[in-house]
């Protein structure tokens, strides 16, 4: 999976790309919001996220909270999607 973000005067654009032959999942920061992105291309596309859990650091007796989930974005097989921050 490649995935960039593009700004230039003062718009930025998402793009999503996988290569691959099979279904892949790209790991997103944790403060992305999906529904500020608007698709591009397709037009009808949707950044629909997953939550996978933050893999936890081996630690001796922790009082540290619980791992956030990481946000993730699925792609079928040789997909693109390109979507921009609505402003």
């Given at each position: 999976?490649?995935g960039?973000?593009?700004e230039?005067?003062?718009?930025?654009?998402?793009v999503?790309?996988?290569?691959?032959?099979?279904?892949?999942?790209?790991?997103?920061?944790?403060d992305?919001?999906?529904?500020?992105?608007?698709?591009?291309?397709?037009?009808?596309?949707?950044?629909?996220?997953?939550?996978?859990?933050?893999?936890?650091?081996?630690?001796k007796?922790?009082?540290?909270?619980?791992?956030?989930?990481?946000?993730?974005?699925?792609?079928?097989?040789?997909?693109?999607?390109?979507?921009?921050?609505?402003?």
């Amino acid at each position: 999976v490649f995935g960039f973000l593009r700004e230039t005067d003062g718009e930025k654009v998402l793009v999503l790309i996988n290569y691959a032959y099979r279904p892949a999942t790209l790991d997103l920061p944790a403060d992305f919001k999906a529904d500020q992105w608007k698709p591009l291309f397709p037009a009808n596309a949707k950044l629909e996220l997953a939550a996978a859990p933050k893999a936890a650091k081996k630690a001796k007796k922790s009082s540290a909270p619980a791992a956030s989930a990481v946000p993730q974005v699925k792609l079928d097989a040789q997909q693109v999607l390109i979507f921009k921050l609505a402003k």
